[in-house]
């Protein structure tokens, strides 16, 4: 269950964490409860993994490169085709989705020649064509999610 | 630019700050610098917008929004960045952009990750956006997943920071 602090924190905080000596004190200033009360709310979201982590949040691209990867794939040999892809450590989400490309994932490389690299050898190795989807723009000003946790 | 101090904070940073009460000192300690380094040289990666936020990284999934559907649109190049910029603002889109097109089988430009509580909530989002692109929309599709294959949290590797950089890939 989330407390009406888990609430608070996960939507005033996905943005404009304090960079201070002391941020979850500042925190709890802000909100008229104690740093302790912050601490353990923080530890309690993580826990249960409601967030991911506390840190800074880097747009795509801007450090390293990358791409979305698109496989079409018959269903028989899906997951061992996944499997092969998903053993590479360049690759960050692989998703199965409802469509003649039916495998998605994202690589992320140190530079271009990097990523060119772990196209082919993982065209090579499964014998599937991918379809590369750069981002050539960004249109998502991210300023955290905005999330409705009144039923929660 | 972004020297090898300024990385090895991203990175060190990644997998979370720490929850004690003086985490950038913590990481300062960790790599041998000064807290004050830390907290100067992680503004200035925000000012420039290498950072683009610093906050509490939600996971939408746990958090009741069980329904994500990527959706794809095939829009005129020519108005593609004013009506990205008019998506990317919905509330309920997460990640919005352009990418290149792959003709024949792939004619869509334009992708937004929309998510939801129910399946109808997810239906109406898309609704808003078919209605938002009107006559501009040629072509679109929703891909929702069926499968979570593999989903990375930290991982450090010969990459110069970590490749779990943000939500903004899925």
Redesign the interface.
């Known amino acids: 269950m989330l407390s009406p602090l888990h609430k608070q924190?996960?939507n005033d905080?996905?943005?404009?964490?304090p960079?201070?000596?002391?941020?979850?004190?500042d925190i709890a200033d802000a909100l008229g409860v104690t740093?302790a009360d912050v601490?353990s709310a923080?530890?309690e979201?993580?826990d249960?993994?409601?967030?991911?982590?506390?840190?800074?949040?880097?747009?795509?691209n801007?450090?390293?490169v990358?791409a979305?990867v698109?496989i079409s794939v018959p269903e028989s040999q899906l997951?061992a085709v996944?499997?092969k892809?998903?053993a590479y450590?360049?690759?960050?989400?692989?998703?199965?989705?409802?469509?003649?490309?039916n495998?998605?994932?994202?690589v992320?490389?140190?530079d271009a020649e990097h990523l060119s690299a772990v196209i082919d050898s993982i065209e090579q190795e499964t014998s599937y064509k991918a379809?590369?989807?750069?981002?050539?723009?960004?249109?998502?000003?991210?300023?955290?999610?905005?999330?409705?946790?009144n039923?929660? | 630019m972004?020297d090898e101090t300024d990385?090895k904070i991203?990175q060190a940073?990644?997998?979370?700050?720490p929850?004690?009460?003086?985490?950038?000192?913590a990481i300062a300690e960790q790599l041998g610098l000064t807290?004050e380094d830390v907290?100067m040289r992680?503004?200035a990666?925000?000012n420039s917008?290498?950072?683009?936020?610093?906050?509490?990284?939600?996971?939408?999934y746990?958090?009741?929004?069980r329904f994500n559907g990527?959706t794809v649109w095939n829009v005129p190049d020519e108005a593609?960045?004013e009506l990205?910029?008019k998506?990317?603002?919905l509330?309920f889109?997460?990640?919005?952009?352009?990418?290149?097109r792959?003709l024949p089988?792939?004619p869509y430009n334009l992708?937004a990750m929309v998510?939801g509580?129910s399946q109808e909530e997810v239906d109406k989002q898309i609704q808003q956006i078919y209605d938002l692109l009107g006559d501009y929309n040629l072509g679109c599709?929703v891909?929702?997943?069926?499968?979570?294959?593999?989903?990375?949290?930290?991982?450090t590797?010969?990459?110069?920071?970590a490749?779990?950089?943000?939500?903004?890939?899925?």
């Not at chain 1, 960079?19 to 004190?25: L, V």
């Not at chain 2, 590797?157 to 920071?161: A, E, K």
């Open positions: 924190l996960l905080y996905q943005q404009n964490f960079i201070s000596a002391t941020p979850y004190q740093e601490l923080f530890s979201l993580n249960n993994n409601f967030i991911s982590r506390i840190g800074p949040v880097i747009p795509p801007h450090i390293g990358s979305l698109a997951q996944a499997d892809i998903s450590p360049e690759v960050n989400h692989n998703y199965e989705r409802e469509h003649r490309f495998l998605w994932f994202v992320i490389a140190s379809m590369l989807l750069p981002m050539l723009d960004d249109f998502f000003i991210d300023l955290g999610f905005k999330l409705d946790l039923n929660d | 972004l990385r991203i940073t990644q997998a979370g700050l929850l004690t009460p003086q985490p950038y000192q807290s907290m992680l503004s990666m925000q917008g290498i950072i683009r936020r610093i906050g509490a990284v939600p996971n939408h746990k958090l009741g929004y990527m593609i960045d990205g910029q998506v990317g603002q509330e889109v997460s990640h919005c952009y352009h990418r290149p792959h089988e792939w992708f998510h509580k599709d891909l929702y997943s069926t499968k979570i294959l593999k989903k990375t949290g930290f991982r590797g010969d990459l110069p920071v490749p779990t950089l943000n939500l903004s890939n899925y």
